[in-house]
């Protein structure tokens, strides 16, 4: 009866733990697909509240508020071929000047993004990709590209207050 006790109270163990694994296997591409949401509207934000000022860089050789935005959006596009294993064979857009147009592309690109996020599964997580020439796994691309971003969004940040522009949400 007492090895009886022992294994149903392990058996029971065990079944406790599986939902909590696969949550936590799930948990890694919610994290990443949540931080890619805040990055969407921190960007799209400041490329609401800085439209009269697309043009402005900090000085010579400097990429302009507009190019920032145009690299974000090309890095997500970028990200979520090589991560769905579709790479884009097509010609290059056009820079996004309108602030409009920017706007939106932002917010597609990132939803693309967490959309090519949202599907990998912990196996694929680990496969090995191709990015900037380098080989990465699609976990270590995410975070790549993501940290990269926060970097971005501390320059757009300095961008507008350097112009006198508050970020949407320091008001």
């Known amino acids: 009866m007492k090895i ?7 058996a029971l ?3 406790l733990m599986v939902p909590l694994a696969q949550a936590q ?3 890694i591409q919610a994290a990443f697909a949540k931080d890619a949401g805040t990055l969407s509207d921190k960007f799209t934000g400041l490329a609401r509240v800085m439209s ?3 043009d402005w860089k900090p000085a010579q050789g400097v990429r302009s508020v507009a190019d920032v935005f145009n690299l974000i959006v090309k890095e997500n596009g970028l990200l979520a071929d090589v991560l769905s294993g ?3 064979t097509g010609a290059k857009p056009a820079p996004i000047t309108d602030p409009e147009k920017m706007q939106e592309a932002l917010k597609a690109s990132y939803l693309n993004l967490q959309k090519a996020i949202t ?4 196996s694929d997580l680990q496969t090995t ?3 900037f020439g380098r080989d990465w796994t699609k976990a270590d691309a995410i975070m790549h590209v993501l940290e990269d971003q926060h970097e971005h969004l501390g320059q757009s940040i300095a961008y507008a207050r350097s112009n006198g522009v508050v970020p949407p949400w320091s008001k």
Do not use: E, F
């Open 13 to 15: 163990a065990v079944a």
């Open 119 to 122: 599907a990998l599964s912990d």
């Open 4 to 10: 009886l006790t022992q294994y149903g109270v392990c």
């Open 86 to 88: 579709t790479p884009n």
């Open 25 to 27: 296997s799930v948990g």
């Open 129 to 131: 990709v191709k990015l």
């Open 52 to 54: 009269g000022k697309y």
